[in-house]
Protein backbone atom coordinates (compact mmCIF):
# COMPACT_ATOMS: atom_id res chain seq x y z
CA UNK A 1 0.00 0.00 0.00
CA UNK A 2 1.08 3.52 -0.25
CA UNK A 3 -0.28 6.39 2.18
CA UNK A 4 -0.07 10.05 1.21
CA UNK A 5 0.58 12.30 4.16
CA UNK A 6 -0.74 15.95 3.38
CA UNK A 7 0.20 19.34 5.61
CA UNK A 8 0.10 22.50 5.77
CA UNK A 9 -3.62 23.89 5.27
CA UNK A 10 -5.00 26.47 7.57
CA UNK A 11 -6.96 29.32 8.03
CA UNK A 12 -5.52 32.70 5.97
CA UNK A 13 -6.67 35.97 5.06
CA UNK A 14 -7.55 36.88 1.06
CA UNK A 15 -4.04 37.69 -0.28
CA UNK A 16 -2.07 35.43 1.32
CA UNK A 17 -0.27 32.17 0.89
CA UNK A 18 0.08 28.74 2.18
CA UNK A 19 2.24 25.83 1.70
CA UNK A 20 0.97 22.36 1.06
CA UNK A 21 3.00 19.41 1.27
CA UNK A 22 1.74 15.61 0.90
CA UNK A 23 4.93 12.49 1.59
CA UNK A 24 3.89 9.38 -0.39
CA UNK A 25 5.09 6.37 1.73
CA UNK A 26 4.47 2.70 1.84
CA UNK A 27 5.66 -0.10 -1.10
CA UNK A 28 6.75 2.48 -3.77
CA UNK A 29 8.57 1.07 -6.92
CA UNK A 30 8.18 4.53 -8.84
CA UNK A 31 5.97 7.80 -8.45
CA UNK A 32 4.81 9.70 -11.90
CA UNK A 33 2.28 12.11 -11.77
CA UNK A 34 1.42 13.65 -8.31
CA UNK A 35 -1.21 16.00 -7.77
CA UNK A 36 -3.32 18.39 -6.07
CA UNK A 37 -6.93 18.61 -6.15
CA UNK A 38 -9.61 20.63 -3.95
CA UNK A 39 -13.49 19.88 -3.21
CA UNK A 40 -15.21 22.82 -2.05
CA UNK A 41 -18.49 22.33 -0.03
CA UNK A 42 -21.46 21.44 -2.41
CA UNK A 43 -19.10 21.10 -5.42
CA UNK A 44 -17.32 17.79 -6.69
CA UNK A 45 -13.66 17.39 -6.44
CA UNK A 46 -11.28 19.36 -9.25
CA UNK A 47 -7.83 19.59 -10.17
CA UNK A 48 -5.92 22.22 -9.39
CA UNK A 49 -2.36 21.12 -10.14
CA UNK A 50 -0.47 18.34 -11.53
CA UNK A 51 2.78 17.40 -11.51
CA UNK A 52 5.26 14.42 -13.67
CA UNK A 53 8.45 12.93 -12.38
CA UNK A 54 9.89 14.87 -15.09
CA UNK A 55 8.54 17.90 -14.30
CA UNK A 56 6.24 19.09 -16.65
CA UNK A 57 3.17 20.72 -15.32
CA UNK A 58 -0.32 21.08 -15.44
CA UNK A 59 -2.85 24.23 -13.83
CA UNK A 60 -6.38 24.59 -13.68
CA UNK A 61 -7.16 27.99 -15.02
CA UNK A 62 -8.52 29.44 -11.91
CA UNK A 63 -4.93 29.23 -10.75
CA UNK A 64 -2.82 29.75 -13.01
CA UNK A 65 0.14 32.52 -12.14
CA UNK A 66 -0.86 32.13 -8.74
CA UNK A 67 0.27 28.19 -7.38
CA UNK A 68 2.76 26.76 -8.13
CA UNK A 69 3.32 22.82 -8.07
CA UNK A 70 6.81 21.24 -7.27
CA UNK A 71 8.11 18.01 -6.16
CA UNK A 72 11.30 16.14 -4.67
CA UNK A 73 11.39 12.53 -6.35
CA UNK A 74 14.00 11.51 -3.66
CA UNK A 75 11.46 12.25 -0.64
CA UNK A 76 7.97 11.28 -3.12
CA UNK A 77 7.04 14.64 -1.72
CA UNK A 78 4.82 17.29 -3.71
CA UNK A 79 4.16 20.92 -2.85
CA UNK A 80 1.91 23.39 -3.68
CA UNK A 81 2.62 26.97 -3.35
CA UNK A 82 -0.66 29.05 -2.68
CA UNK A 83 0.12 32.53 -3.24
CA UNK A 84 -2.75 35.78 -3.58
CA UNK A 85 -5.61 33.39 -2.09
CA UNK A 86 -9.21 34.06 -2.89
CA UNK A 87 -12.28 32.84 -0.92
CA UNK A 88 -13.12 30.76 -3.85
CA UNK A 89 -9.89 28.87 -3.38
CA UNK A 90 -11.37 27.49 -0.04
CA UNK A 91 -12.01 24.10 0.24
CA UNK A 92 -10.59 20.69 1.14
CA UNK A 93 -7.30 19.87 -0.74
CA UNK A 94 -6.52 16.31 -1.34
CA UNK A 95 -3.24 14.94 -2.78
CA UNK A 96 -3.03 12.30 -5.44
CA UNK A 97 -0.51 10.03 -6.30
CA UNK A 98 0.04 7.61 -9.31
CA UNK A 99 2.81 4.96 -9.96
CA UNK A 100 4.00 1.68 -9.78
CA UNK A 101 4.26 -0.17 -6.29
CA UNK A 102 6.09 -2.85 -7.89
CA UNK A 103 7.43 -3.16 -11.66
CA UNK A 104 4.37 -5.34 -12.29
CA UNK A 105 1.48 -3.30 -9.95
CA UNK A 106 -0.04 0.03 -10.36
CA UNK A 107 -0.83 2.09 -7.72
CA UNK A 108 -3.65 5.23 -7.47
CA UNK A 109 -3.86 6.95 -3.73
CA UNK A 110 -5.34 9.65 -2.40
CA UNK A 111 -4.50 11.40 1.01
CA UNK A 112 -6.95 12.62 3.60
CA UNK A 113 -7.61 15.87 2.64
CA UNK A 114 -6.47 19.03 4.66
CA UNK A 115 -8.85 21.85 4.97
CA UNK A 116 -7.98 25.60 3.52
CA UNK A 117 -9.67 28.33 4.13
CA UNK A 118 -9.74 31.76 3.13
CA UNK A 119 -11.32 34.27 4.95
CA UNK A 120 -12.65 37.44 2.74
Known amino acids: QVHLVESGGGLVQAGGSLRLSCAAS????????MGWYRQAPGKQRELVAL???????NYADSVKGRFTISRDNAKNTVYLQMNSLKPEDTGVYYC??????????????WGQGTQVTVSS
Open 96 to 109: NAGGRATALTRFDS
Open 26 to 33: GSIFSVNV
Open 51 to 57: ITSGGST
